[in-house]
């Protein structure tokens, strides 16, 4: 059980928007501890997707964004794509556990 | 091009110990935190231990701590986990990753299995 709440999972067509969620309080993202987000995709590393709330490392296409307002953040893929379809996991630093945490996790799936 | 590359994993009888490497290339190693982050068998991601550039600040899980032991040799640009005391809940995928800021994880390495088991 993760002190950061995500959806299980989400679905979307190929080109459609989809948001995933991730819920904390206030010791973590409430705190004002930025939200980063990272992709999963199977068989492979887990790859930093949004950094510092709402920033993307180059090489990340603009359809992936991120946002943050009081104790929860979202990210957000436009235009989705059968590629997209992988673990999506948000992440901040809690300070009553003294320590970094990681969402649930959320499956997308591109039907 | 930044590198990780971990090493030890295997398979331990529970109660027993294991060291973990990782070998960083590409990047200034002394100036950046480092981490390791566990991924169990079907389950996400938990982070198990940070260590700052400098090696004086460690911080762990609660799930872990006074069990794992986090270190750096910065001569060697090498992390290590020393895991003791294993439990068949640590069994997991163990991934090592560079702490930009101690904030955010970036890259990762390709990770070592580690099977606690009898």
């Known amino acids: 059980q993760s002190v950061l709440t995500q959806p299980p999972s989400v679905s979307g067509a190929p080109g459609q928007r989809v948001t995933i969620s991730c819920t904390g309080s206030?010791?973590?993202?409430?705190?004002?501890?930025?939200v980063n987000w990272y992709q999963h995709l199977p068989g492979a590393v887990p790859k930093l997707l949004i950094y510092?709330?709402?920033n993307r490392p180059s090489g990340v296409p603009d359809r992936f964004s991120g946002s943050k307002s009081g104790t929860s953040a979202s990210l957000a893929i436009t235009g989705l794509q059968a590629e997209d379809e992988a673990d999506y996991y948000c992440?901040?630093?809690?300070?009553?556990?003294?320590?970094?945490?990681f969402g649930v996790g959320t499956k997308l799936t591109v039907l | 091009e930044v590198q990780l590359l971990e090493s030890g994993g295997g398979l331990v009888q529970p109660g027993g110990s294991l060291r973990l490497s990782c070998a960083a290339s590409?990047?200034?190693?002394?100036?950046?935190?480092m981490s390791w982050v566990r991924q169990a068998p079907g389950k996400g991601l938990e982070w198990v231990s940070a260590?700052?550039?400098?090696?004086?600040?460690?911080y762990y899980s609660d799930s872990v701590k006074g069990r794992f032991t986090i270190s750096r040799d910065n001569s060697k640009n090498a992390l290590y986990l020393q895991m003791n005391s294993l439990r068949a809940e640590d069994t997991a995928v163990y991934y090592c990753?560079?702490?930009?800021?101690?904030?955010?994880?970036?890259?990762w390495g390709q990770g070592t299995l580690v099977t606690v088991s009898s």
């Open positions: 510092g709330n709402s």
């Open positions: 590409g990047f200034t190693f002394s100036s950046y935190g």
């Open positions: 260590i700052s550039g400098s090696g004086t600040g460690t």
């Open positions: 992440q901040s630093y809690d300070s009553s556990l003294s320590g970094w945490v």
């Open positions: 206030s010791s973590n993202i409430g705190a004002g501890y930025d």
């Open positions: 990753a560079q702490a930009w800021e101690l904030n955010w994880f970036d890259p």
